[in-house]
């Protein structure tokens, strides 16, 4: 894992996303090409904050975090 701009900030990619999930990183980034996780494209890897993924998790009651 990636972590950039010190440990609030920090980016991870789509594995680590889809286990936070419990799901694929093809699906992880079907969702975000889709605008449903908040992610961006950086050169042809898709990149997520943490803190961002975390609140979209607990705001959709997907698991406990």
């Given at each position: 894992?990636?972590?950039?701009?010190?440990?609030?900030?920090?980016?991870?990619g789509?594995?680590?996303?889809?286990?936070?999930?419990?799901?694929?990183?093809?699906?992880?980034?079907?969702?975000?090409?889709?605008?449903?996780?908040?992610?961006?494209?950086?050169?042809?890897?898709?990149?997520?904050?943490?803190?961002?993924?975390?609140?979209?998790?607990k705001?959709?009651?997907?698991?406990?975090?």
């Amino acid at each position: 894992m990636r972590i950039m701009k010190g440990k609030n900030n920090a980016e991870i990619g789509s594995i680590e996303v889809a286990e936070l999930l419990d799901t694929s990183p093809d699906n992880v980034n079907y969702m975000a090409r889709k605008g449903i996780l908040p992610g961006y494209k950086e050169k042809k890897f898709w990149r997520f904050n943490k803190r961002a993924v975390v609140r979209w998790i607990k705001s959709r009651k997907l698991v406990e975090v």
